[in-house]
């Protein structure tokens, strides 16, 4: 999933798009290709570079 870590995909703002179409836009994209399993790449703005971090839902961790 791509998001923009403020707009509610549920609110009707979703649009399906070929990553093909968002790396050409965004070729930073291409270095989240080999992201390992299990993990998330965030960065606070298309200026900064990725955080890769391992993945957890807030509850797996209890």
Do not use: C
Request: charged fraction near 20%; glycine fraction near 8%.
């Amino acid at each position: 999933m791509v998001g923009d870590g403020d707009t509610d995909v549920d609110a009707g703002n979703s649009i399906i798009l070929h990553i093909g179409h968002l790396a050409a836009h965004d070729p930073t994209l291409q270095q989240t290709a080999k992201l390992p399993a299990g993990h998330v790449a965030w960065r606070p703005s298309a200026f900064d570079p990725w955080v890769i971090e391992p993945w957890a839902y807030a509850d797996d961790d209890q």
